[in-house]
């Protein structure tokens, strides 16, 4: 496959040292909740400094929505290097909160000659028109100026590798990368890596919400080394995965997946390699390439196995085999287990 090299936005690499490292999901978990926490407590330290009662202070609330969205945003790119943009568009919705609310506690009050209530019910209609225009915006720019992050593992040593893929919603692409990098390439909606030994990388998806309220688009291409055997395991949810291993040294494959599309074609260059597919709801393609046979078991529940029996004879319920199977140069064993689902094998 030949793996994109964005221009916009920004990128932050997944190989950079801890100080660039995007925030963990327990971190941003935690930093976001203690910013909530402060927040309260300063609307409570507010209304018992001015003394005003509920029925005037309740505007602050509103701040307090703004001032966490704001943080919970500016959370979600820490440590990722993003344009200006990027950071701009993410406070719109925090910005326009704290704004209201201020506008509304000052004219509760009386703290200010403010008619905030009075402007907006004049104005209310143009504002829900710029409301409708941000959002349509929302709607389409994070789509395609969204977080994107690149990484680059170098294969060390003459050991087999492993990568191990952690992916909820979206769309994956698994193909040939270059000679001497274990795994490379963009994820766009974020992404975190994790070393787990020499030659052993996991990657899961962690995704940046841009704009609060409106989910990041989570689109990954990645290349594996062409030249070193390795164990993948991928691990989705609903997605739309494409692995293309034939021109990879795969010999241990297993996915999970759920209500998912998936197709898989299997390693051409391998004398023997393993395929384990377990899906939920989902439809599975698994294509085999020419000159390698293969040996099929599928047990589905209320789903349905198609297989290509000019090329695979059937040798029993649910069994497949090649007829050159014993004797092949490059053979593959592929067996799939699922619920609700479409599996086919080619």
Do not use: C
Not at 29 to 41: D, H
Not at 85 to 91: D, I, K, M, P, Y
Not at 297 to 326: I, K, M, N, Y
């Amino acid at each position: 496959m030949t793996l994109p090299t964005p221009s916009a936005p920004p990128v932050a690499s997944a190989g950079d040292d801890a100080a660039t490292q995007p925030m963990t999901a327990a971190q941003r978990g935690a930093a976001v909740a203690g910013t909530w926490l402060i927040a309260l407590g300063a609307v409570f330290l507010v209304q018992q400094a001015l003394d005003v009662p509920w029925n005037e202070a309740w505007p602050l609330f509103i701040v307090m929505a703004g001032v966490g969205t704001g943080i919970g945003a500016i959370v979600s790119l820490a440590g990722r290097r993003v344009s200006a943009w990027t950071v701009l568009w993410a406070l719109v919705w925090p910005i326009i909160l704290v704004v209201v609310g201020i506008l509304l506690f000052l004219d509760f009050t009386d703290l200010a000659d403010i008619d905030a209530v009075g402007f907006l019910a004049q104005w209310w209609p143009v504002a829900l028109i710029g409301f409708g225009v941000i959002v349509l915006i929302g709607a389409v720019w994070p789509a395609g100026r969204g977080v994107v992050e690149t990484i680059s593992v170098a294969a060390t040593g003459d050991g087999a590798g492993e990568v191990v893929i952690k992916f909820g919603a979206g769309t994956l692409e698994i193909g040939a990368g270059r000679s001497g990098v274990l795994v490379e390439g963009t994820m766009e909606g974020g992404g975190r890596r994790r070393d787990i030994g020499p030659n052993r990388v996991e990657l899961e998806s962690d995704v940046v919400q841009v704009v609060p309220g409106l989910g990041q688009t989570m689109r990954w291409r990645l290349g594996l080394a062409p030249d070193l055997p390795m164990r993948l395991r991928l691990e989705g949810g609903a997605a739309n995965s494409t692995l293309n291993l034939a021109g990879v040294l795969v010999t241990d494959l297993v996915v999970k997946t759920g209500a998912s599309g998936t197709r898989i074609v299997l390693p051409q260059g391998v004398e023997r390699s393993t395929a384990r597919v377990e899906a939920g709801a989902a439809q599975v393609t698994i294509e085999v390439p020419q000159g390698v046979a293969a040996s099929i078991r599928s047990t589905v529940g209320l789903g349905t196995t198609s297989v290509a029996e000019e090329r695979f004879h059937r040798v029993g319920d649910g069994r497949w085999r090649s007829p050159d199977f014993d004797t092949a140069q490059y053979r593959a064993e592929i067996e799939i287990s699922g619920g609700l689902g479409s599996m086919r094998v080619a």
